[in-house]
């Protein structure tokens, strides 16, 4: 096969990887900034690394802060534009006119009302009576229509009791309501108000010291204080009724006061639209320039350090470079994001690289390289806000990005991968290399904090030792740079510090989202599998206890190896306690469950072995039933790989020399893994050293080597990535701590038989 051919084979095999991989690093190059931008990208306090000269006359644009005052001054300046509104005052005083010549005739039929019921008291058995019946009947129903109909008509915040006391009607006031004296004194006080102006908008809404009014057609400025805003011509309302009534309790101050204030509405009309477009036009007219730097002028020398001011001259020059250069051409835009895209790819191309080279099974999954895909870019997206919006970049979460990928999948693919974001994440804020120092420290000890996670604890632990490291690392930076602490915006370290803090909190609360959304299986969730209280394995605690303490020997066995080789240790752990629930079905079968009759020996040796290879098709079906994930069934599956029944073939061959010996053997398949083939050994030694009679070293030795080497000439491990050099690790040496030896030695060592109390 020539070169060719393997690239088109290696493209064909790998469609989807290869997607990934241009879709990714087309999607972040979109968000990269290009051209001038890159080139002459520094940061406050950084040293230039080459000499800057403006290549064209630019003006310098303003800080924030100057251009927020300026703007705020100009705004400020532009009076807010009203109208006063004549018709409008003439109208509230008809209404007032109004009221009250509706209250003088209710005041008028409460008289005639009164005076109609003293005559029928009066003439009660007078001939006249019926007379003055019909008179008195004619009044009160007027009275009554003529009340009941002022009070649905003006819904004041009076109640009828009050009406009543004002008319008189049911408490005579100290001396009789003169209505003419009362309206006018009502109307004059709001007069009063209408004259000084009262506008419809709150004074404190009001930036401008002066206000504009169109009145009688003439245009009028005037300081805004000398006019009322409702609450204030309400305040000016009570302070007139009180000069006129001594007793504010007296019912026509009170009065007058609710009425003088339903009266009292605004005559002065905000004018919005006027308003908004003078303002407009006034803040076009503020400058966005401080200053101008001329053709060939130096902006800033070789190994000069960054200033406050040639940093805004550099952005200022960026801000014209793009303007004039780089988006009205669209060849020069093109070309720009191609070497954007380029940039990205290469590399993207040195992480898809490595889980080719050493993560193939993340490399040939895709749900992983997707989920990997799609972290990457919405850290890489936030990011391009946060740049376009001018906010903290020390609020990109880049470490919870570093502990989801150590919790979900290893510690290297999290390191690696985080590598390539921070440096992404770094070019696109500007070629920000304390940024990218700072968060590869932070990055690193959050991965090293939860790489191997058991306990809730951990948690608080990780959030406190991320605060501390990126308190530690920021101020080393800064000591470095030798920046003066004393004048230096804290601002930053404190968003820092935040982020540090909640990354561990977002991290955790996202981990169950990606586990059920890419099926994947966390130390977290292996640990709720060890749980007693799981069902499936109280079942198998109680149906098949020799199986369950055969399973826990294997599990201690298979996690002593694993640490042995740096494989996953609390998974080879969890698959070794479920590897055998498929005995649950028939546990009377199995020699650690038997204490009696050995069921096998009224059967044939073809039948025993059917009933063997059944384990572990049951143990599939139970794991599905009970929703167990499916890299715990890959050990229900695995662990006998495809080895002989020994015992059960030399026995059938004792009566037929011709035996298929497939019928033996265990339908596999193969251990894919590390893991795997770590517990399908363990299971196996586990089950020899059982039987040894007075076990020693030398035995257990000897028995691992022989276990090792048949599974290694029967192909078993073919599968396998364990590599000799693994095997003699999980081997182990007699004074090690990992591996099968020491842990076999602890299990079935021999004991001094002591002498009982009934020798003595």
């Known amino acids: 096969m020539n070169n060719f051919q393997k690239i088109k084979s290696f493209f064909s095999n790998n469609k989807f990887p290869i997607l990934i991989f241009f879709g990714l690093s087309f999607a972040i190059s979109l968000t990269f900034p ?70 003088n005739d209710i005041y008028s039929a409460h008289d005639l009302f009164i005076s109609s019921q003293d005559s029928l008291y009066k003439y009660r058995y007078e001939p006249e009576f019926e007379s003055y019946q019909s008179s008195f009947i004619a009044d009160s129903t007027t009275y009554v229509t003529l009340y009941s109909e002022f009070l649905d008509q003006y819904q004041f915040q009076i109640d009828k009791a009050q009406w009543d006391q004002l008319l008189g009607i049911n408490e005579s006031l100290t001396e009789p309501l003169n209505l003419e004296l009362f309206k006018n004194q009502i109307k004059q006080i709001c007069l009063n108000r209408w004259a000084e102006g009262i506008i419809d908008e709150p004074l404190e809404n009001i930036f401008s010291d002066e206000i504009s009014i169109i009145q009688g057609g003439e245009l009028v400025i005037a300081p805004t204080r000398n ?15 009180n000069l006129i009534y001594d007793n504010e309790l007296d019912i026509k101050s009170t009065l007058s006061y609710e009425l003088i ?23 076009d007219k503020v400058s966005r320039f401080q200053g101008t730097v001329l053709a060939n002028e130096l902006i800033v020398d070789t190994n000069n350090r960054i200033t406050e001011s040639v940093l805004l001259k550099l952005k200022s020059l ?118 990218a120092i700072i968060q590869f420290f932070i990055s690193f000890i959050a991965i090293l904090s939860v790489r191997k996670l058991r306990k809730r604890r951990q948690i608080i632990a990780t959030m406190l030792t991320l605060v501390f490291c990126s308190l530690f690392v920021f101020f080393s930076v800064m000591l470095f740079k030798g920046i003066d602490f004393l004048d230096y915006n804290y601002s930053t370290v404190g968003y820092l510090a935040l982020s540090s803090f909640l990354c561990p909190i977002l991290a955790f609360g996202l981990v169950p989202l990606f586990e059920s959304f890419f099926g994947i299986t966390t130390d977290l969730s292996l640990i709720e599998l060890l749980d007693y209280d799981q069902p499936l394995l109280k079942k198998l605690m109680e149906d098949a206890p020799g199986t369950h303490t055969h399973s826990v020997k294997v599990g201690t066995l298979a996690e002593s190896c694993a640490n042995a080789i740096g494989a996953r240790a609390l998974l080879c752990r969890v698959g070794s306690y479920y590897h055998d629930i498929g005995k649950i079905k028939k546990p009377e079968y199995y020699a650690e469950n038997q204490t009696g009759e050995n069921k096998h020996d009224s059967i044939t040796p073809h039948m025993s072995a059917k009933i063997l290879k059944q384990h572990v098709t049951d143990g599939l079906a139970l794991a599905d039933e009970y929703g167990l994930p499916n890299i715990i069934k890959d050990f229900i599956e695995t662990h006998h790989a495809k080895n002989r029944m020994e015992f059960f073939y030399k026995k059938a061959l004792e009566n037929d020399s011709k035996v298929d010996e497939n019928e033996f053997r265990y339908p596999g398949p193969k251990p894919s893994s590390k893991e795997t083939g770590i517990v399908m050994l363990a299971e196996a030694i586990e089950a020899q050293a059982n039987s040894l009679k007075n076990p020693t070293l030398e035995k257990f030795e000897t028995m691992i080597d022989k276990a090792i080497r048949s599974r290694l000439e029967d192909g078993q491990l073919d599968e396998c990535p364990l590599t000799m050099e693994d095997l003699q690790k999980i081997k182990g040496r007699r004074d090690g701590k990992h591996g099968l030896l020491p842990v076999l030695s602890g299990l079935y060592h021999s004991r001094p038989e002591y002498p009982s109390k009934d020798d003595e």
């Open 227 to 241: 006019y009322n805003d409702i609450e204030t011509a309400w305040k000016k309302n009570r302070e007139e009724v």
């Open 318 to 435: 960026q801000l014209e470079s793009e303007r004039r250069l780089g988006y009205e051409r669209a060849a020069d835009k093109f070309r720009e994001y191609l070497g954007a895209f380029f940039v990205v790819s290469i590399l993207l191309f040195l992480l898809f690289s490595f889980f080719y080279i050493y993560r193939n099974e993340y490399f040939r999954e895709p749900k992983l390289l997707l989920l990997i895909g799609l972290l990457m870019y919405l850290i890489v997206f936030f990011s391009w806000i946060i740049v376009s919006y001018q906010l903290p970049t020390y609020i990109i979460p880049i470490a919870m990005f570093s502990i989801l990928l150590t919790v979900l999948l290893d510690t290297t693919v999290s390191l690696i991968s985080s590598t390539i974001l921070i440096l992404l994440v770094s070019l696109l804020i500007g070629n920000d290399l304390d940024f």
């Open 34 to 103: 290009t051209g001038f931008s890159i080139r002459y990208s520094y940061q406050l306090n950084d040293i230039a690394n080459e000499p800057i000269i403006a290549p064209f006359d630019f003006g310098i644009l303003k800080t924030d802060q100057k251009l927020t005052k300026d703007l705020d001054e100009a705004r400020n300046s532009v009076p807010f534009s009203f109208s006063r509104d004549q018709d409008f005052v003439d109208n509230q005083i008809a209404i007032i006119d109004t009221f009250f010549i509706y209250l």
């Open 261 to 283: 204030n339903e009266f009292t509405k605004p005559n002065i009309l905000f004018d919005k639209d006027l308003t908004e477009s003078r303002q407009k036009e006034r803040l």
